[in-house]
T-cell receptor, first 111, second 115 residues
Framework: DAKTTQPPSMDCAEGRAANLPCNHSTISGNEYVYWYRQIHSQGPQYIIHGLKNNETNEMASLIITEDRKSSTLILPHATLRDTAVYYCIVRAAYNNNDMRFGAGTRLTVKP | DTEVTQTPKHLVMGMTNKKSLKCEQHMGHRAMYWYKQKAKKPPELMFVYSYEKLSINESVPSRFSPECPNSSLLNLHLHALQPEDSALYLC??????????????FGPGTRLTVL
């Protein structure tokens, strides 16, 4: 079973920040938080990952709470092309085999 | 070359047919994966190959038979499938089976329809 809980759907206005939450209250010390997204009919795409510090790359920012029980993926200026299903995944660093996708959040960016 | 390719894009087969799905990557990755994704559901892990050896089989029926001929290629042989096996089959690869910087790169998938 997936170790994460995400809202099933969210809307965001184009050009605004999209903040996607994820709960992972049972995360253990050696587990990372990964985010992937899947645009309709394509393969999933890696976005970002982190352990306990906040992370930023060219696509997004990842904010992890101090107790590590939840995190937020931030798309700073959402575009229509960011409409996708976003998956938050928790997995141990030593075990890339443990990629369990939850139901994800369907983000719709509206003009 | 930073992509995973999958062929064919679409496949329609009967329940008595034998077919194969092919996946290829030239990123030097040593771990490769097969996932199955039903409509409106998340991907489900089927098989994992680490250094060309099968390391994980997630209780997949024997009518699905994976093969890793070399470090760049991954096949999924299909035989006597059922209509409920119709799905999007995704292949992925990662630099190695473990480590914190081992994001998986996914191919576009093969959409399989079993009649």
């Amino acid at each position: 079973d997936a170790k994460t809980t995400q809202p099933p759907s969210m809307d965001c206005a184009e050009g605004r920040a999209a903040n996607l939450p994820c709960n992972h209250s049972t995360i253990s010390g050696n587990e990372y938080v990964y985010w992937y997204r899947q645009i309709h009919s394509q393969g999933p795409q890696y976005i970002i990952h982190g352990l306990k510090n906040n992370e930023t790359n060219e696509m997004a920012s990842l904010i992890i709470t101090e107790d590590r029980k939840s995190s937020t993926l931030i798309l700073p200026h959402a575009t229509l092309r960011d409409t996708a299903v976003y998956y938050c995944i928790v997995r141990a660093a030593y075990n890339n085999n443990d990629m369990r996708f939850g139901a994800g959040t369907r983000l719709t960016v509206k003009p | 070359d930073t992509e995973v390719t999958q062929t064919p894009k679409h496949l329609v087969m009967g329940m008595t047919n034998k077919k194969s799905l092919k996946c290829e990557q030239h990123m030097g990755h040593r771990a490769m994966y097969w996932y199955k994704q039903k409509a409106k559901k998340p991907p489900e892990l089927m098989f994992v190959y680490s250094y060309e050896k099968l390391s994980i089989n997630e209780s997949v029926p024997s009518r699905f038979s994976p093969e890793c001929p070399n470090s760049s290629l991954l096949n999924l042989h299909l035989h006597a499938l059922q209509p409920e096996d119709s799905a999007l089959y995704l292949c992925a690869s990662s630099q190695s089976p473990s480590g914190s910087y081992n994001e998986q790169f996914f191919g576009p998938g093969t959409r399989l329809t079993v009649l």
